[in-house]
Structures are given as C-alpha cells and as structure tokens.
C-alpha cells in the first residue's frame, strides 16, 4: 500500500496549481543527492544513486525510505470499531492491541477508495491528545496513501458520526527501514525492536522521543515502518544512515520494489472502479464481514465474490527485454483490447520485465500466454504467480 510513481497531470490554464509542500526531511535528501520531483503534493526523492543500484541494495541489505506523505490518522471514541467496520471489510474486533491489519476504504458500489494499514493501539501509545492515552481497545492508527488523505479524511469525517474523533498527525514523519538486515539494523538503535513480527507493532523511545514502529513494509522484505515526531526525523535519519547497511532509497526503486513484491499500487493497480474480488485482495475481506456484510458495496462484492469476477488483477512475466508500461493494453488475436497493464516495468530481482494487468477470468490462469500492445507493438506475455520473487516477513 502506497502511492509511488510521480504523476505529471495536466492542468487547466486558470486551474490553481499550489507550489508542492516541502517533507520534514527536504534539505536532508538534497543535502544526501535525493533528485527531487513534485509527487502527491510534495518534493520527494526519486532516486539517489540509480534505481537499479538502490532496488538492489534494498534487496541485499537495508535501504530508507521517506514515506512522510503518507496520511497518519489517530481514530478514538465510543464505538470507534463498529463505525470503522462500517466503512472497512476487515475484521476489527479481534483484532488485539499492537495488530495491525491490510484494509480497503470503500464506496457505495464496492469500488475500492484507497487501501490502508489499520492498527489498534493499546493503552499506552505515542499518539494520545495532549499527552493522555485513549482508552484500552477504542483507539485505532491508520495510515493512508499520500495522493488521496485529505479526499480520505473528508471521506471518514462525513461518514462517522460526531462521537468519533479524527486526529490528523500532520507533527509526525513516517519513515521505512526495508532489507534483510534492516531489523538487526534497527535493534542496534532501539532494544527489543526484533521481538516484533510481522504485522505487529508497539511502542518505543529513541533519545527521549515517542517512536511508534511497526514491522511490516512495501517491498517484500522484512523490516519496520517508524512514526516518530517531524523534529526528530533529521537525527533519525542520520543516525540510521551511520550504519554501514543502510542507504537512502527513492520513489523509483520502491516502486520496483513493490512491482516484484506483487504489491498493488493505488491510483494505478486500484481505483474506485475496481472492487476488491477484481483485483484479488479478497484476503481483506475477513471471515466474518463476508458472513455478515455490513460494509459497503458488500451485495455487490460478495456476489462478485460467489460467482466469480468478470476481470481479474494478474501478474505477467514479459518476453524479451523491453518493458510494457502501464496502459498498454491486452489483445485477442484480432488486436481488439480485451485488458490493460496497470503498472510494469524491468524488476532488477528477476532480471526481466514484469507487469500487473487486468485480464478476463478466462485467462486469469497461470500458464496462459497473453499479447501486449504498447504504442502500437506487439509483445508476448505469459500469466505468472504473484508475488514474483519470495516476500521475505518474518512470522
């Protein structure tokens, strides 16, 4: 879950066009050689040394990632987890405190609004109001992508009622150590941090600040995502960078990253018009909200679900070197379009071009060959398994 790749949206020639908002982290990027470009609103790096060479590095060892666009939302209230399973699929009321959970914010139709990471917190966390904690198993941390939180927030506060409160963590940077040596990395740092599993989180303390650190990421490989207060991201940083695994990594190699992990990105995988069983993410749908409904949009994905999708989210492993982009699309063997590449590209893991697509559910089955047509050329594909390479969480 994440919002990657710079868009280059056009704009009217009377539309306002805000000058992009600066990360907490600006100057250390620049200063570090991050090559910066406008995206979600804000200056970020897309690259340091090269994408290949960060992806890699990533890969092999611990790469850091500035992810601070991302919206962090601090739910609390009465009843604060019947309302968000109003709005979610998942299933919040077993999930125990410093648990975290992979969820869709849905529409009426059963389109998917974004996707998200929601926690529940326990009693003692870093995020409560003017220092008082929220009461034990009615407070929730939700993280959401960059480019749609404020369409998001405007979202949950029409649709909860006054009871809930929504607290936007604007003070607080968000930042990942991703890689196979990023958690032994971490722990040097901050005790106790490998005690943590895979999508568990807790609370701890770097240099008397409150940093909330889960274990969970968006590349495939183990590692912690790190909340910690806007003022103390720069010494973070440099701190962890210290360290001789550790490099700063760019928006264009998470997006590779990503692409290998088999990891759908909003805005391009997903959208409003794609619903959950379309784009294979059933998984969020938990147990007893398929049993119970009571989400919205679920009439129309649990048919969807029970008779299958008419189009199915797919990874596809592409013939020869060239890559096929997103928007290309899938031909029949009349050249008619009959699906589209969502998001593609060389993956520096697999030494090959790789790409998601959404195809019919006739062919949605590995094994199967598929055609590709990009700015009017034909390339061979063929459906594969996702993820592409191994995830690599420790359970």
């Known amino acids: 879950m994440s919002d990657l790749v710079p868009n280059h949206d056009a704009h009217s020639d009377d539309a306002e066009v805000l000058p992009p908002s600066l990360l907490p982290l600006d100057a250390w990027h620049r200063a570090h050689g991050g090559r910066m470009v406008p995206f979600a609103g804000y200056e970020m790096p897309v690259q340091y040394e090269g994408i290949m060479a960060e992806h890699l590095w990533t890969r092999q060892h611990a790469g850091l990632f500035d992810v601070s666009h991302m919206g962090q939302l601090l739910f609390t209230g009465e009843g604060v987890t019947q309302a968000l399973e109003a709005l979610l699929p998942g299933d919040l009321q077993v999930l125990a405190p410093n648990r975290m959970r992979y969820s869709l914010l849905l529409a009426e139709n059963g389109g998917i609004l974004d996707d998200l ?13 003017a220092g008082e904690p929220a009461p034990a198993g009615e407070a929730f941390y939700m993280v959401v992508n960059g480019a749609t939180k404020y369409e998001d927030l405007g979202h949950l506060r029409e649709a909860l009622a006054d009871s809930i409160t929504i607290n936007h963590l604007e ?11 990023a958690v032994a990395t971490l722990t040097r740092l901050i005790p106790g941090v490998d005690a943590l599993r895979f999508m568990t989180a807790g609370a701890f303390e770097w240099q008397g600040h409150a940093l909330w650190i889960s274990r969970s ?92 999708p008419k189009m199915k989210r797919v990874g596809l492993r592409v013939d020869g070197r060239q890559p096929v982009r997103e928007g290309a699309t899938v031909v029949d063997g009349s050249g008619k379009a009959i699906g589209r590449v969502t998001s593609g590209g060389f993956a520096p893991s697999v030494g090959a071009p790789i790409a998601m697509a959404y195809v019919p559910a006739a062919l949605a089955v590995p094994g199967t060959d598929v055609t590709l047509s990009q700015r009017g050329k034909a390339h061979s594909a063929e459906v594969v398994p996702m993820p592409f390479i191994a995830h690599n969480y420790v359970r």
């Open 171 to 181: 003070d607080r940077a968000l930042l990942a150590l991703q890689g196979p040596e």
């Open 117 to 129: 990471m929601v926690t529940r917190l326990p009693e003692s966390h870093p995020f409560g109001e």
């Open 217 to 308: 990421g968006y590349t495939g490989e183990d590692g912690c995502e790190i909340s910690l207060p806007a003022e103390a991201a720069e010494a973070f940083a440099d701190a962890l960078t210290a360290e001789p695994g550790v490099k700063p990594i760019g928006l264009g190699a998470r997006d590779s990253l990503r692409l290998e992990a088999g990891l759908p990105l909003y805005g391009h995988d997903l959208d409003e018009e794609t619903t959950p069983v379309t784009a294979d993410l059933g998984f969020a749908l938990s147990k007893r909200r398929r049993e119970e409904g009571g989400f919205p949009g679920a009439e129309r994905i649990l048919a969807e679900r029970a008779e299958g």
